[in-house]
């Protein structure tokens, strides 16, 4: 069983950056991979960045985002630069169990899910 919490959240104006992360439980969190999704109202959730359980793989849905692990530190980060109205959302932190060969996956692929954090982009 792994728990996740996000932080770091919050207002935000256009083309600032905010650095999310994920703490989780446990003392397997390496061998787990890792995901940041989000959530707009009336969307589907959506994947933004992935990496594996070593930190050797990883997808980012765009370059503006960049996702890390310290695993010294069951912690998981996504920075985020440049951020537009479009970014707006709930970012959640999901894990699973590590899978070779690595693909980022989708919503379904990820058992264990945080709460969310909401970030807002205003204009």
């Known amino acids: 069983q792994v728990q996740l919490v996000e932080s770091g959240g919050g207002l935000v104006q256009a083309g600032g950056s905010l650095m999310l992360s994920c703490a989780a439980s446990?003392?397997?969190?390496?061998?787990?991979?890792q995901g940041w999704f989000r959530q707009a109202p009336g969307k589907e959730r959506e994947l933004v960045a992935a990496v594996s359980r070593t930190g050797g793989s990883s997808y980012t849905v765009d370059g503006r985002f960049i996702i890390y692990r310290d695993n010294a530190k069951n912690t998981v980060y996504l920075q985020m630069n440049s951020l537009n109205a479009g970014d707006t959302a709930v970012y959640y932190c999901?894990?699973?169990?590590?899978?070779?060969?690595w693909g980022a996956g989708r919503p379904r692929d990820y058992d264990y899910w945080g709460q969310g954090t909401q970030v807002t982009v205003s204009s």
């Open positions: 446990g003392r397997t969190f390496s061998t787990y991979d």
């Open positions: 999901a894990a699973r169990r590590g899978v070779d060969p």
